[in-house]
């Protein structure tokens, strides 16, 4: 009987033990579980504000940057276009100079082949009209000294005085008729000369007029060509100044942006570690003291299991050694007083003493051991 007894008070020890250890397992596990969920909440909480750091302290520099950037390459640009602007402003001017002085020297030969042409027609034409003047005098005189004879000779045949006289008329009056058809012929030649003049110096004007405005013109064409060409180059130029500068700006920024990337992302790092070293070191320490607690209450009620077990199996114990003493004693009064009296059965109660001992001296010794955390001797300095 005394076996089977320890036999199911160990067992209900060991059944409630493994309540305990098992609720207790899942006690530390949830509150694992709380510490774990809160130190990544707190973890990525911090996590989320140094990315919200990091990224606008990367956004202000990139800011900064881009700003600086911009700055320069305005700076740039204006010097760039200055500078251009002065070129063609020189070129435009070496090239307008250079344009009128073609066109004053183009002029001054035009100038000159046309007062060299109108004075070369002037001369043929006194000299043409002279030559008619003098024909026409010729035969002015000719014919006047043909009618002088003439009248002369019939003058004389009538009367000498009558011819003097006559002649002396007619000397006269063919004086003044010379004199005034010479005047009529010169003032008709001098007008002649100065029609025919003013019309070359008009068409020798228009001429240069023309020429004029075709020189102008083909000057002014080719100084806008040219000034087109010179933009072009310009423009060209500055283009190509402001790729190279926006493609070195960007490869700076981009290089500054990787670098900061880089500072940033480390720093995150180095502070995610500080901080899942720490939340781990929180976890464990709270983890220590939860396995001791755990196990210092397992502790507590397995003693107590124990004591009141070994209570429970001594008053058992009690009951049975008083029955079992009260039978032998009954026992021994019947054989002591020689009753014939047929002696009744013994109990089961003895009986089942009489089996609990002799299992108990037949089994081996039994001893009852339980694993204690390492960390619970430390911790309480055993």
Known sequence: MLPN??????????????????????DIAVKNTHLTRDA?????????????????DIAVKNTHLTRDASHDIAVKNTHLTRDASHDIAVKNTHLTRDASHDIAVKNTHLTRDASHDIAVKNTHLMRDASHDIAV???????????????????????ASYDIAVKNTHLMRDASHDIAVKNTHLTRD????????????????????????????????????????????????????????????????????????????????????????????????????????????????KNTHLTRDASHDIAVKNTHLTRDASHDIA??????????????KDTSDASKMFQRCIIDMLEDPEIVSTMLMPASWWIMTNN
């Open 189 to 300: 030649a001098s007008h002649d000369i100065a029609v025919k003049n003013t019309h070359l110096t008009r068409d020798a004007s228009h001429d240069i007029a023309v020429k004029n405005t075709h020189l102008t013109r083909d000057a002014s064409h080719d100084i806008a060509v040219k000034n087109t060409h010179l933009m072009r180059d310009a423009s060209h130029d500055i283009a190509v100044k402001n790729t190279h500068l926006m493609r070195d700006a960007s490869h700076d920024i981009a290089v500054k942006n990787t670098h900061l990337t880089r500072d940033a992302s480390h720093d995150i790092a180095v502070k995610n570690t500080h901080l899942t070293r720490d939340a781990s070191h929180d976890i464990a320490v709270k983890n220590t003291h939860l396995t001791r607690d755990a196990s210092h209450d397992i502790a507590v």
């Open 136 to 158: 026409k005098n010729t035969h002015l005189m000719r014919d006047a000294s043909h009618d002088i004879a003439v009248k002369n000779t019939h003058l004389t045949r009538d």
């Open 330 to 343: 009954v026992k021994n009064t019947h054989l002591t007083h020689g009753s014939h009296l047929p002696l």
């Open 5 to 26: 007894l320890t036999r199911d008070a160990s067992h209900d020890i060991a059944v409630k033990n493994t309540h305990l250890t098992r609720d207790a397992s899942h």
């Open 40 to 56: 990544s909440h707190d973890i990525a909480v911090k996590n989320t504000h140094l990315m919200r750091d990091a990224s606008y």
